[in-house]
């Protein structure tokens, strides 16, 4: 489904001295299916004395796709402008509530930032599904494995769908294309070949499978394989976590002004001990190179640690308490924070990096859990610098599925002592959806709210499966003593919305909006009245998409008593043809839609593709031109290319000119993974042995064994080692297919062996040509005459059987202590079960699956066979007719009967 959205969130609309605002624009909740193309629009607002550049960033979920780039833009003090973000739900997102962060930061000033979190929701479909059904967990790099796809076609009707198969490290699939014909409730196999790439260390693959009818009708199916690195050999002498190290180069043309500059960083994370109880995540990265492009980043440096009910972090980090002490800022400092059972603290102090105020926090948390849902704490923040002040508050929250309220009150002393107090309710536990906010902050409280009023409200009600309705309510103050230097805002907007049941495949929705923004001064200088009304549609079918908005509306100036008609215009366009392809198109016309002062019409189109050139090579291209008052041209190129080490080298290309200005920044990086030794372990050993003909003695060489997922290969002479193999029961087994030329083991594999750290872990294991068992499922006829091909049964001349049909479909099982084999005989009964090793085996046929009802019984449903190497063992079953036994009565008997 595809939805034009505006979507309103209570969380973060705040006012901060010397800071930025970032609020969403109407609607708060909606709710909708996968493939559905989102804009969504966000007010930025800069509160500061000084002009701000700024770069925003759009945060997705995982696999979310952008449609509109992240164009950086510039705010004078006091001005505000509405940007749109448009992006694209992907096929087999799972029905539940995501969220999308919108974030405004400094490039000067990295610790004046705002954002705007906004949560939403993806419907569930089920009609069609596809699962997996035989994926192996891991498999030998360099080799090729099958994997088993199930898809079933849950409705009613009978479809014909398409699928496509791909592996998300470009290993080829075959087939990576198919076509399904499925009747109602039926289910189908699609068995895949993926043919993998020799890998030098363990690597992740996500083989997914898409199957679409080419409209709305989709499903998807994933499963992740772990690829196993061939050689080297087991755990480790050291423990270790993953990092990787880049360099990029950087460099700047601003009007023909150069600069450059490089820069390096340092990351790693990951768990510390086996069971992954003990976490770090470490980061470095220098110089700061800001000055050197618009793509360098600042210097950053920090280390953070996890472990059950404690988390601790040093260095440049956001730092907070609660929503009305400090949400966020970003600064250098310490924290730290434990969880008991019942209890919980909360520690940090920090500083500001980029400024000269020498502004400072110190904050101090204690909460305990009332009940499992709920918890109370009581919270303490200590300023200094700019603004001198204690904040003290209580807050109380209860968290349950679908359901959340927030509850906190705060004041500050200092100078000037004030209050503030916030509510919060979210419920979707039932039809009704719905969220509530309140808030107050008083002009001197010192806390990360300050000097506003607000109340929000939204909701939507399904009236049906297809429609529903949906309102929201806002009412917001701004400067509440109304001081005649700056200007007392307020907002206040009314919406009331009816989604349409789906037509001829079109999602629709209307919407009436009334918008008012005046200023409560003595000596206004805004007062607007805006009423509009909202259109909304879209259309889907297959790998493209189309989506359409238009709102026309008056705003009428109560201040110059003159009127003029607004309207906003949205379009955008998606094509998917291949998971190797993406491309898209959009436009924005807006004529004054929110603009408190009249200005030019302001129209962007932008375009951009996304395409896999060739394996583990990737590009992708923005470009943007803006028609406004202040007219700008964006381009952005990306190339990525990701070597088989895991090495990646990247180039990107931005450019961004208007009517007075003209920059273009590049940033080459190349990047390299490593392991970070932590400390050396004391539970593993080394493992070693030999594979060997019994019959010759020769060595087999090349023959790939597993230990608890750990890959070697046998040399010339057979024999394998593991360097480092945990201590303790292990399972050693063959890592291929194919066996060992032809042979399979005396003992059959998995070997079960007990690895000690004090001990010879010497393994010999020999390998034999395999045995077979053959046989044939018969049903035998009774006869009068003696045939050339008959059976006499228990001796008896008169109990003669000829051999009759083969009975088909019996299930034959072959077993050995654990090991078992299963087949299934064919449409004359025969059936063969190679690659046995030898030894004595049970062979039985499984008598439920025999014809019901049959007029026949089995002499015996299992043998007891001895299986020799190389040699072919005979079996056959014998299903002979059902004996009936008569009982003969004397006659006399039967006459005195009563």
């Known amino acids: 489904m595809f939805l034009w959205l505006l979507l309103l969130c209570w969380t973060e609309v705040f006012a901060q001295a010397g800071g930025l605002r970032v609020r969403a624009v109407d609607y708060e909740l909606a709710a909708f299916e996968p493939r559905g193309v989102v804009t969504l629009a966000f007010e930025v607002a800069n509160d500061s004395a000084r002009p701000q550049d700024l770069e925003p960033t759009l945060e997705l979920p995982a696999g979310w796709r952008a449609v509109t780039p992240d164009v950086p833009f510039t705010l004078a003090p006091g001005e505000s402008t509405v940007r749109f973000v448009t992006f694209v739900i992907p096929e087999g997102s799972s029905a539940t509530d995501y969220a999308v962060r919108y974030t405004a930061r400094s490039r000067r000033q990295p610790e004046v930032s705002a954002h705007h979190a906004v949560n939403i929701r993806v419907n569930a479909v089920r009609r069609l599904e596809a699962a997996a059904l035989d994926v192996p967990d891991a498999v030998v790099s360099g080799q090729p494995y099958r994997a088993v796809f199930l898809v079933r076609n849950a409705g009613n009707a009978p479809v014909v769908v398409n699928f496509q198969a791909r592996s998300s490290l470009g290993h080829p699939v075959d087939p990576a294309q198919g076509r399904l014909e499925l009747a109602p409730r039926e289910s189908r196999e699609v068995a895949l070949e993926v043919r993998t790439e020799a890998l030098t260390r363990s690597g992740f693959d996500q083989l997914s499978l898409t199957v679409s009818d080419g409209t709305d009708l989709s499903t998807q199916s994933a499963r992740v394989v772990k690829l196993l690195p061939l050689g080297g050999g087991g755990e480790g002498l050291y423990r270790t976590i993953p990092g ?27 768990a ?49 308490l609660t929503p009305l002490t400090e949400y966020g800022r970003y600064g250098r400092g310490a924290q730290a924070k434990v969880m008991l059972d019942d209890w919980g603290f909360e520690l940090y102090e920090m500083g500001d990096r980029f400024t000269r105020t020498g502004n400072r926090q110190l904050g101090v948390s204690a909460s305990r859990a009332v009940s499992p849902a709920s918890r109370l704490s009581l919270n303490y923040l200590a300023k200094s610098g700019e603004l001198e002040a204690n904040i003290y508050s209580l807050r109380a929250v209860r968290q349950e599925a679908a359901f959340s309220a927030e509850t906190e009150l705060a004041s500050s002393d200092g100078a000037t002592p004030d209050r503030a107090v916030r509510g919060y309710l979210f419920d979707s536990r039932g039809g009704l959806r ?47 003593e109304r001081i005649a230097t700056r200007p007392a805002l307020e907002e206040s907007q009314l919406s009331l919305g009816l989604e349409f049941p789906r037509a001829a495949g079109i999602n629709s929705s209307a919407d009436l909006l009334l918008r ?45 008593d003159r009127r003029y008609a607004t309207s906003l215009a949205l379009l955008s366009l998606y094509l998917n043809p291949s998971e190797r392809h993406f491309y898209n198109l959009y436009l924005i016309r807006d004529d004054n839609t929110y603009s408190a002062v009249r200005q030019r019409v302001n129209t962007s189109v932008g375009a951009g593709a996304s395409f896999q050139l060739w394996e583990r090579a990737r590009l992708q291209l923005n470009l943007q031109r803006s028609v406004a008052e202040n007219a700008n041209r964006f381009f952005m190129l990306g190339f ?144 009068v005459e003696m045939p050339s091909q008959a059976y006499r049964r228990g001796g008896n001349d008169a109990d003669l059987l000829a051999e009759g ?94």
Request: glycine letters at 12%.
């Open 244 to 270: 990787r190290v880049k360099l990029s180069f950087l460099s700047r043309d601003e009007d023909g002004k150069r600069a450059g500059g490089w820069q390096t960083e340092l990351t790693s994370a990951g």
């Open 272 to 320: 510390v001990d086996e069971a992954g109880a003990h976490r770090v995540n470490i980061l470095l990265r220098g110089p700061d190179a800001r000055q050197a492009s618009a793509l360098g980043a600042w210097d950053e440096y920090r280390f953070e640690y996890g472990g059950k009910g404690v988390a601790a972090g040093v260095g440049d980090l956001t730092y907070g």
């Open 434 to 480: 719905y969220s509530a906010t309140a808030l107050y902050a008083g002009p001197r409280f010192a806390g990360y709210y300050r000097d506003q009023a607000l109340v929000s409200v939204s909701g939507n009600y399904p009236l049906g499966e297809d429609w529903g309705v949906r309102a929201s309510v806002l009412w917001q103050r701004m400067n509440l």
């Open 805 to 898: 049909d083969g009975v088909p479909g019996a299930l034959v099982l072959v077993r050995r202590g654990e090991l078992e084999y299963r087949r299934l005989a064919d449409a004359e009964g025969r059936f063969r079960i190679d690659g046995l090793p030898p030894g004595k085996w049970l062979v039985s046929v499984d008598e439920g699956s025999l014809p019901p009802g049959s007029q026949y019984q089995a002499e015996q449903l299992q043998f007891q066979l001895d299986v020799r190497s190389g040699e072919e063992t005979p079996v056959d079953f014998r299903l002979l007719p059902r004996t009936r036994r008569m009982r003969m009565i004397p006659i006399e008997s039967a006459l005195n009967a009563p």
């Open 640 to 783: 990525e290319q990701t070597l088989r080490g895991g090495q990646t080298v990247s180039l990107l290309l931005r450019s961004t000119s208007g009517r007075f200005a003209h920059q273009t920044d590049a940033q080459f990086s190349v990047s390299f993974p490593f392991d970070v030794p932590i400390v050396r372990r004391a539970d593993v050993a080394p493992v070693a042995g030999r594979l060997l003909d019994a019959e010759t003695g020769a060595g087999l060489r090349d023959v790939p064994l597993s230990l608890d997922g750990a890959i070697v290969m046998t040399d010339e002479q057979g024999y394998f080692r593991y360097d480092a193999a945990r201590a303790g029961r292990r399972y050693l087994t063959l890592a291929g297919a194919g066996g060992a030329a032809g042979k399979v083991p005396l003992t059959p594999f998995p070997r079960e062996m007990e690895v000690r750290t004090d001990g010879d872990n010497y393994q010999e294991i020999q390998f034999v040509v395999p045995g077979s068992v053959k046989g044939q499922i018969r049903r035998y006829e009774p006869v």
């Open 516 to 560: 008012r923004k005046r200023d409560l001064r003595r000596d206004p200088n805004v007062d607007l009245l805006h009423p509009s009304v909202r259109l909304n549609g879209a259309y889907g079918a297959g790998n493209w998409g189309l989506s359409a908005s238009g709102e026309f509306g008056t705003t009428e100036d109560r201040l110059s």
